[in-house]
């Protein structure tokens, strides 16, 4: 086969590699745009039946408020009614019973008149002093129309320009929530989610994060945050496992939440930092996430390890501290390289470790450089990279060899940056505490 042909079907094959390369690069992107579509249209149908239904339940609202409102007016106007015209009937009770005596009084006494004469005397006696005790010079009294009743209705024509101008304001629709989740980060056990607004004219002055299993259709989301920073680590989530995540945004003087962001998917590889359980000394939470110190013994102060050598360079270790005891110069939170048993304080070799009081101590040495005491609600972080000293032969971390570490320690505003010698090449790494006295309960994550 000659050069030429060697070179068209070289040609040919590169031309069909990016043919294939092309139609797959239009497939992703029809996808997108399907999707993109999808997310439109979707969103759309959900804000119509959001505002459908919202609408329905304010006109039924509505409704029922004011026909409440109409039946209590007008059992107002039948109690008035009631209370002003009992005194009247009863009057006029008296008026038609005084007539009706006034008839028969009139009857007797033209009766009285028309008898012949030998009754006429007794007949007249009996009229005189039966009209005597009717007391004919005796009338009640008729209230005047002032002092009666005269029921209205007050009604206030600006309620209904008060609602138009109100209904005309009420609700809104926008094409893009004003924050959105803007990275996901895996941590042992947990993710830490970051945000940020896209409106700049939106003033937020909460943030709203929220979170669910992903693929569960009977999970809701919880709330996992609420405050003013914009970003957070949630905690207590299963390795390789999906999860939802959406956060929102309340406007500076509002009451009410905007929309939520579209949903991301995070999960973490990472297994969560856990103490190891059997420590004599030492009281751990359902997840082995949270240690108490609960039993106080001056001879000896013995370390609590981590269950596996789960902190890994490059990554962030946190011991929050939920409650204090008394201070000693042996306590220690810290990063070793392995787990000696029996040892009584990381303030000894291959271990970097802060004493409650903040001296810093490496491989069992005081540093000069010392950071705040540790007390309640204190946040004590380790952050590391590897720094090679001496190549490894064939990049095989277990053959061992002089490695250097450089080392962030935080608590409080303060840090201290420095570099860790240790004896072996490693690249994960256990963690660990130990306190004389009962009382503290630290956090890690």
């Not at 924050?179 to 002055?205: M, N, T, Y």
């Not at 004896?423 to 790494?429: F, G, I, P």
């Amino acid at each position: 086969m000659s050069v030429e042909v060697d070179l068209l079907l070289q040609e040919a094959k590169e031309s069909i590699e990016a043919a294939q390369n092309y139609r797959s690069e239009l497939q992703q992107r029809l996808h997108g745009l399907n999707q993109a579509r999808k997310q439109v249209r979707g969103s759309s149908g959900q804000a119509r039946e959001v505002l459908r239904r919202h609408f329905t339940e304010l006109q039924a609202a509505a409704t029922r408020l004011l026909t409440e409102r109409l039946s209590a007016l007008l059992a107002e106007v039948d109690t008035i009614e009631a209370d002003s015209v009992k005194p009247l009937d009863d009057c006029q009770s008296l008026i038609e019973h005084g007539v009706g005596q006034a008839d028969e009084l009139l009857r007797e006494g033209e009766a009285a008149l028309r008898c012949g004469l030998g009754e006429k005397e007794d007949k007249l006696g009996s009229f005189t002093k039966k009209a005597m005790h009717i007391q004919l010079d005796s009338l009640p009294e008729v209230p005047a129309l002032v002092d009666v009743p005269s029921v209205s209705a007050q009604l206030d024509d600006s309620l209904l320009g008060l609602l138009r101008d109100r209904v005309s304001r009420h609700g809104s629709v926008s094409s893009h929530p004003p924050v959105q989740i803007e990275e996901l980060q895996e941590r042992p056990g947990s993710i830490l989610v970051r945000w940020c607004k896209v409106d700049e004219d939106f003033a937020a002055a909460d943030y709203r994060l929220q979170h669910r299993r992903s693929g569960s259709g009977g999970s809701q989301y919880e709330d996992a945050y609420i405050g003013r920073d914009s970003e957070f680590l949630v905690l207590h989530l299963d390795p390789h496992t999906d999860y939802l995540f959406r956060v929102c945004a309340r406007g500076e003087g509002r009451t009410e939440w905007s929309p939520w962001s579209i949903p991301q998917t995070g999960y973490t590889t990472l297994a969560p930092h856990e103490w190891c359980p059997g420590t004599e000394g030492y009281i751990l939470s359902s997840r082995r996430n949270i240690a108490m110190r609960n039993d106080s013994s001056q001879s000896r102060c013995p370390v609590l390890y981590s269950k596996a050598p789960t902190y890994f360079c490059g990554q962030t270790l946190t011991f929050k501290i939920s409650a204090a005891g008394q201070m000693d110069r042996r306590d220690s939170l810290g990063v070793c390289v392995d787990s000696q048993k029996g040892a009584e304080s990381l303030q000894r070799d291959q271990a970097v470790c802060i004493s409650t009081n903040g001296a810093v101590f490496v491989n069992g040495k005081e540093m000069t450089n010392q950071l705040p005491a540790i007390t309640v609600g204190s946040a004590v972080t380790f952050d590391m990279e590897v720094v090679n000293l001496f190549p490894i032969s064939n990049n095989n971390l277990s053959e061992g060899g002089n490695f250097k570490l450089r080392v962030t320690i935080g608590s409080g505003n303060r840090e201290v940056v420095f570099d860790w010698l240790v004896d072996q090449a490693v690249d994960c790494l256990y963690f660990g505490c130990s306190f004389v006295h009962s009382g503290w309960k630290v956090l890690v994550f």
